[in-house]
């Protein structure tokens, strides 16, 4: 329904605030995920090696920062405003996410590395949705 909206009739947008689902959908899967206790999480596993935590994070926020900006082009065209304020919006998520995982419950770490992978996933989700974007509403010509 959304991209049906967004592709197809960029001229008749409406308030289509259902578009902004998968990003609350996401942003909530990945607060859960981010606030389990470190005892529920298993160090081994198939993707465990040097910082790769780093880049499951660059992943998750630029899936993150791309179904916000999903959310924005289906009630209007997003424009620098909409990008800045989702890259601030992720940046905030991570910073907070970071703090609460200092408390005793959940026994992690705060990690500036990871705020910045989750800046940099930011940024390239939000490059990638622009590029996907100009894509399918132009075609190839740009």
């Known amino acids: ?36 206790p470190k005892s529920s999480i298993s160090k081994y596993h198939w993707w465990h090696f040097q910082n790769s935590d780093k ?17 924005f082009h289906g009630i209007r065209k997003a424009g620098a405003k909409q990008y800045l304020f989702t890259i601030v919006l992720c940046l905030l998520i991570g910073i907070v996410l970071e703090g609460l995982q200092q408390t005793k419950l959940i026994g992690r770490h705060f990690e500036i590395l990871d705020i910045i992978a ?5 940024l390239l989700g ?11 509403t132009h075609g190839s010509r740009n």
């Open 126 to 136: 939000s490059v990638l949705f622009l590029k996907i974007h100009k894509y399918l």
């Open 1 to 36: 329904m959304c991209v049906s909206r967004i592709y197809q009739n960029e001229r008749k947008k409406k308030n289509n605030w259902i578009c902004f689902l998968p990003a609350v959908f996401w942003i909530s899967l990945v607060v859960i995920l981010s606030l389990l």
């Open 55 to 71: 880049i499951i994070h660059a992943g998750v926020y630029a899936i993150m920062a791309a179904s916000i900006l999903f959310g």
């Open 118 to 122: 989750n800046i940099i996933g930011a």
